[in-house]
């Protein structure tokens, strides 16, 4: 699934060296863009970080030494342009420019909120790690192995007083944020032996690369010892948010219509729907994959069945890679003849297998290119899963059978995810396409699974039906998870019977599922809490327009906006 990152941490420390794309014209902007234009001029300087992974030309290299100094520095920039941005008369700017200034303005809101109060930089030790600045730079494609290693020197250069202040900075630890750290710092490590010290270094490079990793292996050590004084005094921070914390970080990162509790109501119903969707198509399969066994009396056991039958219908695994290839032609075909969303034919997806460095736990994901690299092409990764240990590699085919593998497709690449990325970069709004909200991105991906197969994807096959509820009991378990974890005091065994049970998952998957959703916040409710409003919202305009309802305008018009909140997609689209 695609990630949007928000990053706040910042402080320079490698300086344009090339000219920069553009993102205003040279020429004839007006106030409000010129107002933008020197915004962003300064926000890179002060978040190099965001710079490289907008994949800006002048921060290629980026890190954040998180002093204490430079906290303060980021608290006064963004309060001035808050106050810069509220002050700006709203009189003489387009619809669009308008919706630009409430981005900005809520950028700023949010920046805020997480330095002056969230404040993970006092309790996640996993804030502190030089594995996704070295990364960055070594995923880079078009750099050579000597290029490379001239931008790590900026990295690595500032790598022991990155450290250094990273720990001063940690107050109260969560021991889960303490040892996702510790794993994550050790996983820099091991990327370091793998992949620099195999290259060819000079001695200078050698030592500095010698320095940085002594700092990785004493800032571990320093959580070590952090660790047993914690466990020994039982202080850990919880890392449960407060009801009224994940209220406000659920407004700031999702930016949704409806509140938390509202989302989490609306994902209930929609869970139990979906199960009684799910034993009615069961039922009518039953006879066919168990001709001769009487069905369970527990409905949900039936269910789970069914659904093991179908999943050992599946690809094998070395040819995993060229069933998602042979797919995505059927997708194209299928959208362009019920006219659905027009696609840019001279931007061909391209799919690769997932180079192994970037290979983690997700099956396929999309890589593309930033606003800043708008021409690069766009890689759909799918992992082959022959490199996986025999019972695990059985494991991931079932789950990804000849069913699934559809619906994944649909949501990463067409019409999900990839057409939604190619709509996203025609947008002229250099805010939109940097601010991107993840909400509406997750949302778009998962409204177009229910779309295809509402329009017919499939000839309405109730296998097909069945594996994408599954798939969306995962959207709503989600949800649900998320908000009973900080809201209800879930329990990780009440956890493991929302997934297992009643979503029909495995224990790893959903032990999986438990660690991540203690680690992150909100950001699991964003699958579905996107999708609600987006099909709400379509459901709503359908009613209202009646026969002259246009499906394919609907959905051009609302990418059109580029990756606004859904919130801001909707205001434009009814006024
Ligand atoms: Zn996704």
């Known amino acids: 699934m695609k990630k949007i990152l928000i990053l706040i941490a910042s402080f320079i420390i490698f300086s344009c060296q090339t000219a920069p794309v553009a993102l205003f014209p040279a020429k004839g902007l007006t106030e409000f863009q010129q107002l933008q234009k020197t915004f962003f001029d300064e926000y890179w300087e002060i978040n190099p970080g965001h710079a490289m992974h907008a994949g800006h030309p002048g921060y290629q290299a980026a890190l954040v030494v998180p002093s204490e100094d430079n ?53 996640d030790p996993s804030n502190y790690n030089i594995g996704y600045a070295l990364g960055k730079v070594w995923e880079n494609r078009e750099k050579s192995t000597t290029e490379k290693i001239r931008l790590l020197n900026h990295i690595l250069q500032l790598a022991p007083a990155y450290y250094e202040a990273g720990f001063k900075n940690i107050k109260t630890p969560t021991k889960e944020h303490l040892d996702l750290a510790i794993k994550q710092n050790q996983g820099t490590l091991d990327f370091i032996e793998k992949y620099i010290l195999s290259q060819n270094l000079d001695q200078k490079f050698s030592d500095l690369l010698k320095e940085s990793q002594t700092s990785i292996k004493n800032y571990i050590v320093n959580l070590e010892g952090l660790k047993e004084s914690h466990t020994r005094k039982k202080s850990f921070k919880s890392f449960r948010l407060s009801p009224k914390i994940y209220d406000q970080k659920f407004r700031h990162d999702l930016e949704t219509i409806n509140s938390a509790k509202t989302i989490y ?114 890689f759909y990764n799918v992992t ?31 019409p999900g995810h990839y057409a939604q990325l190619i709509y996203g970069n025609k947008s002229t709004s250099p805010v939109k396409s940097i601010f991107g909200n993840g909400t509406m991105v997750e949302g778009w991906a998962v409204y177009t699974e229910r779309m295809m197969l509402e329009e017919g994807y499939g000839n309405h096959s109730p296998e097909l039906w069945l594996t994408y509820y599954k798939w969306f009991l995962r959207v709503t378990s989600n949800a649900i998870l998320d908000y009973s974890i900080h809201n209800l005091n879930m329990t990780k065994a009440q956890a493991m ?8 998952q495995e224990t790893t998957e959903a032990e999986e599922k438990w660690n991540r959703a203690t680690l992150t916040q909100v950001q699991l409710n964003s699958y579905y809490a996107g999708f609600e409003e987006i099909y709400g919202f379509r459901e709503k305009l359908k009613k209202q327009q009646g026969p002259k309802f246009n499906l394919k305008k609907f959905h051009e018009q609302f990418l059109s906006y580029g990756n606004s909140p859904i919130k801001t997609i909707i205001h434009l689209m009814e006024n």
């Open 265 to 378: 109501k609306k994902a209930i119903k929609d869970r139990d729907l979906t199960h009684r969707k799910m034993i009615k198509i069961s039922n009518e399969l039953w006879s066919k994959y168990y001709p001769k066994d009487k069905p369970p009396k527990d409905n949900l056991e039936m269910v789970q069945k069914v659904l093991y039958k179908i999943s050992l219908q599946h690809s094998a695994a070395e040819s995993f890679v060229s069933a998602v290839r042979e797919q995505i032609p059927q997708l194209i075909n299928f959208v362009e003849e019920k006219n659905l969303l027009s696609l840019d034919k001279s931007k061909p997806l391209k799919i690769r297998e997932t180079p192994e460095y970037m290979r983690g736990v997700a099956a396929a994901s999309i890589d593309s290119p930033g606003p800043f690299e708008k021409n690069r092409e766009t």
């Open 71 to 123: 906290l303060k520095q980021q608290v006064a920039f963004y309060k001035k342009y808050q106050k810069t941005f509220s002050d700006v008369k709203t009189t003489h700017l387009s619809k669009d420019e308008q919706a630009d200034l409430d981005i900005l303005t809520k950028v700023m809101d949010r920046a805020l909120w997480y330095l002056e109060v969230f404040q993970s930089h006092h309790w």
């Open 497 to 504: 019977d929302l997934l297992v049970r009643q979503a029909f």
């Open 384 to 414: 082959p899963p022959a490199s996986l240990s025999a019972e695990r590699q059985q494991s991931f085919l079932r789950e990804y059978n000849n069913y699934m593998l559809q619906i994944l497709n649909i949501h990463e690449a067409i």
